[in-house]
């Protein structure tokens, strides 16, 4: 299996991490913009996608943001499959285009969202779909401190900060949105508040407040880089109880503090073997998987529009 990557920071290491564990043989092969860029253990380094001889399996698109869509373009023209870290592209402009040209060559797709592989994320989606919980209300909310997220780099240097590489909480912390709609479907309607006001004092967005609305209930999602003690949970007000998932603490709880699911011997890079796993058997089948290019698009008009 070859695999090629684009972009080699700290979730490409992660997605080769996975591939590893997954022992399926691959051969890997990372485009390098620097005629002297560092050898990875045994990653071979290229530089030219346009002279490359090589039939590849698929390719992970895992460089800065903004630079995606030009990478989505030019391997899709070759026909090569694409595992493309989420968010897929940081601007609406042109989508359509991609979505054409994905759809003319007929190529398997999947925006990486690893949280829908969290278990307490699977627990909650076969809660929802047996039907037996009757949601009232929905509050989302995930905070951290960006200093903290790259200790020994100067966190206003890094692409989270800086907007026109595609940075800001809303983007960064896609994983809300995503899995909120993966669970309840799309809304019907929502709207969205964004700032950069904080003592960060960086130019991307810091602070997103989501409202969606759905038939029955409304979900609210509250993200930012600020927070000091890093806080991930899902509350769910039901008729008679309410649950608090905690995507920290890996479980989930109600009113009485009794635990209704745990998940141990779990660390979050597990969802990154899954998510890939889950990937190559959709190549190795030939069916579409969940979240395609064209369906996260969906998703990020709410991320970048409020609806």
Partial sequence: MNV??????????????ALQVLKVNAK??????NADAEIVGEIENVYDLENLNIDFDFAIISNP????????????????PLFIEKPAVNTLEH????????????????????????????????????????????????????????PGKDFRAIYSSNAKMGGGVHLDLFHELDYTTWLFGL??????????SSSLAIDAIDYANYTLEYDRFTANIILNYYRRKPKREIEIVLDENTWT??????????????CLFKTSNFNVKDTYVLQLEYFI???????????????????????????
């Fill in 28 to 33: 890997i092969y990372a485009l390098r913009s």
């Fill in 187 to 196: 809304p019907n309607k929502s709207k969205s508040y964004l700032r950069n």
């Fill in 95 to 150: 989508v359509n285009q991609l979505v054409d040209i994905i759809e003319s060559k007929k190529l398997i797709t999947y925006v990486a969202c690893n949280l829908r592989f969290h278990p307490c994320i699977v627990y909650l989606k076969n809660k929802i779909n047996s039907g037996i919980l009757r949601v009232n209300e929905l509050n989302v909310y995930c905070g951290s401190y960006l200093p903290d997220w790259r």
């Fill in 65 to 80: 943001t903004h630079l995606h869509y030009e990478f989505i373009e030019k391997l899709a023209k070759k026909n090569i």
């Fill in 281 to 307: 058997n959709s190549l190795k089948s030939k069916e579409t998987p969940m979240n395609s290019f064209k369906d996260s698009l969906e998703i990020l008009k709410i991320c970048l529009n409020g609806g």
């Fill in 4 to 17: 090629l990557i684009i972009g080699l920071g700290s979730i490409a290491r992660k997605h080769i991490e």
């Fill in 245 to 258: 998932i905690d995507l920290i603490k890996n479980e989930v709880r109600n009113d009485n503090n009794e």
